[in-house]
């Protein structure tokens, strides 16, 4: 063997000694970690994962950067720039509290939850269990087509196209069912209210949450489904008792997943919502609701100086937290059912 | 006593013929019973609509929808029994579930189409906008300006997104190291970084340090913020379906790690790496919100990444929805259809590709 340079597991060779057949254990991997004996490859490792912590360095920084703005907004507004309403730039020290836009984003987010999620599980049983395959495979990519529109072009479509019939839907709506609180309407003002944008979101939502349970239904296993049926399972029965539990946690991660694009949309809910700053508790046809993200664009044009700067800063970092906390979860949600992709 | 095996005789006509499913055989009754059940509800609401004064919504959701719930689920009673009403209800939801999001999809297109053609010209779409004012007619002006500051902002941040992006995929299928659980969960947790985020992000250091202003530059890193989680993903997934022959091939002829990734895995899944660049393009092309944050806008050609605001498309829209002129909104129109032909041309060159050899991203 002279001549030859060997380190790490390969040194370990000798005669009458394979290093596979003395150690099960080696699979595959440690075959592959013994040709990083080279100094070029050392250095390539090293390269290839420094890149690979990258996303690591961008969620550390955008947390510190955002974050010290964050320490900035507390020093001068205290807890009241969480907990209370109002945005009055010219007082001093000024006015800023954002409890009518996180509650808003959450609201909004409900209200796209309450229409996307019927909506997309019944799409996607359609596409799974009861369209043909061709038509399926049709909707898929329409789906994928609805997913690919971005949200500038759905404002724009929400605001001259979908607005005055919605605000015609939720007069009715006010007409009928106005002794229910939250169809409560005093001003026949109904334009820009959370309904409209949630319905928006929903739109947004849809071919999210849509295309992950289609793939986790898609997946329940067909014996099963034979099985069931064979035994004389409806489709109810099979759907009850085989393919949802089976897809549930799928569905719920999707779900989650869908509800992170809900809470950080920003240009779509712009365009269909008037942002006040008192809190619409649940008058959800009522004009004026918040959004912690379309709140950072609408004052970020007219910004009068740093310190609205920082605060508008510090407002995104909470929209950080809260989209990223609830991006985690869903990831684990969606991967701990065995589906990493996407 | 010998046990006597019973063995079916293997008729040909039998083995040839496609499985039958009896289960799922539908009578003729039936088909009659889902016939009506379909005719008499629509018959009923089209007479209401067209007849009386009540509000078309109304007669959608008060009149129709329960009727045809009704109908279906007396169809469903009278040929399959009790059984057969909550089936009813799921595929009458179902059906309704998708004729909405498709009513929804074929609104957006076609308003879209309508309304963006007015506006679409040659012209449109290669002169900028400095001497246009939102109430000059549509004879004058374009999106030339976006669409350049749109190809460099997407330029820069493919410059910086695809190699770290790409380095990731091979962090996680090649060097397979310790940190590979931590890594991906750190790529899937970018992914959910809203846009306005990402813009913040890059203002916040533009602010902070003073090494750039608003800029084609800016908005590119805001832009490779979120296109490095597609582009990390998608090449991933391509990576894990080059075969581990070729590998373990390179390796045992003596090829170096870094070598056998360079040369055999890399180009192996050339298209799908192309197929995961055009998908991450996709994705971030219209993202408004950190262009408005970290690029600024502008009504002049800007060619420097590194000078002054630039404009791009998804801001020229945002600038000319809400504009009380019906000319601006018809460029805001014709600038989203222009925008929309880009990404469907992204995702369908995109998937041509992806039914390559290996190159087979989802």
Redesign the interface.
């Known amino acids: 063997m002279a001549g030859v340079r060997t380190c790490g597991p390969l040194a370990s060779i000798s005669l009458g000694q394979h290093p596979v057949m003395a150690n099960p254990d080696l699979d ?2 440690d ?2 970690s013994a ?2 004996s ?1 100094r ?2 050392r ?3 090293r ?3 420094g ?6 360095v ?2 550390a ?2 947390a510190i ?2 974050g010290i ?1 964050a320490v900035y907004a507390f020093q001068t507004e205290g807890l009241a720039f969480i907990f209370s309403t109002g945005w009055d730039i010219n007082t001093d020290p000024p006015t800023a509290g954002i409890w009518g836009m996180l509650y808003g984003s959450v609201l909004l987010a409900v209200i796209g939850l309450a229409i996307a999620v ?6 996607s ?3 799974v269990f ?2 043909p395959p061709k038509l399926a495979t049709v ?1 898929t990519n ?5 997913a ?10 929400a ?4 607005n005055p ?1 919605a605000e ?2 939720q007069a ?1 709506l006010n007409q ?1 069912l106005g002794w229910i609180p939250i169809f409560e309407n005093t001003s026949q003002n109904f334009s820009g209210t959370p309904f409209i944008a949630g319905l928006v979101l929903a ?1 947004m939502m ?1 071919p999210i949450i ?1 295309s992950i349970s289609r793939e986790v239904l898609s997946r329940t296993p067909p014996e099963l489904v034979n099985a069931a ?2 035994l ?1 399972c ?4 099979m ?1 009850r008792f085989v393919a949802l539990p089976y897809g549930r946690g799928g569905i719920v991660g999707g779900v989650m ?1 869908g509800l ?1 694009r809900a ?5 779509a809910v712009f ?1 269909v919502l008037k942002l006040t700053f008192e809190t619409n508790w649940y008058h959800i046809i009522e004009s004026g609701g918040g959004s912690i ?1 379309t709140l ?2 609408s004052r ?1 044009g007219e910004v009068s100086g740093p310190e609205e ?1 920082n605060l ?2 510090a407002a ?1 970092f909470f ?2 937290l809260g ?2 906390a ?3 979860v ?2 684990l949600i969606v ?1 701990r059912t065995g589906r ?3 | 006593m010998s046990t006597i095996l019973y063995q079916p005789p293997a008729d040909p006509a039998l083995l040839s013929q496609p499985p039958q499913r009896p289960w799922r055989h539908k009578p003729r009754s039936f088909t009659t019973a889902v016939a009506l059940a379909v005719i008499v509800p629509a018959v009923i609401t089209a007479a209401l609509f067209f007849l009386s004064p009540i509000p078309g919504a109304i007669v959608l959701v008060v009149v129709y929808f329960p009727l045809q719930l009704l109908a279906s689920g007396i169809a469903a009673w009278a040929t399959r029994g009790v059984r057969g009403i909550a089936d009813s209800v799921i595929i009458v939801n179902a059906i309704g579930a998708t004729v909405f999001s498709f009513v929804v999809l074929a609104s957006l297109i076609g308003s879209l189409i309508v309304r963006g053609l007015r506006a679409l010209s040659a012209h449109f779409v290669y002169q900028n906008s400095v001497y246009i004012s939102p109430s000059t007619p549509l004879d004058y002006g374009g999106i030339g300006h976006a669409l350049i500051g749109t190809i460099l902002v997407v330029a820069v941040a493919t410059a910086v997104a695809v190699p770290i992006g790409i380095a990731t995929a091979i962090y996680i299928t090649e060097v397979r190291g310790r940190a590979v659980p931590y890594v991906r969960f750190f790529v899937q947790a970018m992914s959910g970084v809203p846009s306005v985020v990402a813009g913040l992000f890059i203002l916040t250091i533009a602010v902070s340090t003073g090494w750039f202003s608003q800029n084609a530059f800016a908005g590119g890193l805001a832009y490779a913020i979120l296109m490095l989680p597609t582009v990390a993903r998608t090449a991933e997934e391509v990576l894990k379906l080059i075969p581990d022959e070729l590998r373990t091939g390179a390796l045992a002829l003596g090829s170096t790690r870094a070598r056998t990734v360079m040369r055999v895995v890399l180009p192996a899944a050339k298209t799908g790496i192309i197929t995961a660049i055009l998908l991450g393009i996709a994705r971030v092309i219209g993202e408004t919100a950190p262009l408005l944050l970290a690029a600024g806008n502008n009504d002049g050609t800007v060619l420097n990444p590194f000078g002054q605001a630039i404009a791009s498309i998804p801001v020229y829209i945002f600038n000319n929805v809400a504009v009380p002129y019906p000319d601006a909104v018809a460029r805001a129109w014709g600038a989203a259809l222009v925008l929309m032909i880009l990404i469907a041309v992204l995702f369908t060159v995109a998937r041509f590709l992806g039914r390559g050899r290996v190159g087979r991203a989802k």
């Not at chain 1, 019927?118 to 799409?123: I, N, S």
């Not at chain 1, 409806?234 to 029965?237: I, M, Y």
């Not at chain 1, 809470?263 to 240009?267: A, F, Q, R, V, Y």
């Open positions: 595959q991997r075959l592959h040709a990083t080279h070029g490859d250095v390539f490792s390269v290839v994962t890149a690979a912590f990258a996303s690591l961008v969620l920084g955008i950067f955002l703005q019927p909506v997309a599980l019944m799409l049983i359609f596409m009861i369209s909707l329409l789906i994928d087509l609805l690919a529109i971005p949200s500038v072009i759905i404002g724009l479509w605001f001259y196209i979908l019939p015609e839907w009715l009928y739109i849809i849509t049926e064979a004389g409806s489709l109810w029965t759907l997943l992170g809470l950080g949309e920003t240009i365009f993200a950072i664009v970020f700067l508008l800063l995104g929209l950080f989209t990223i609830v991006n985690m869903a990831n991967s990493l992709k996407k």
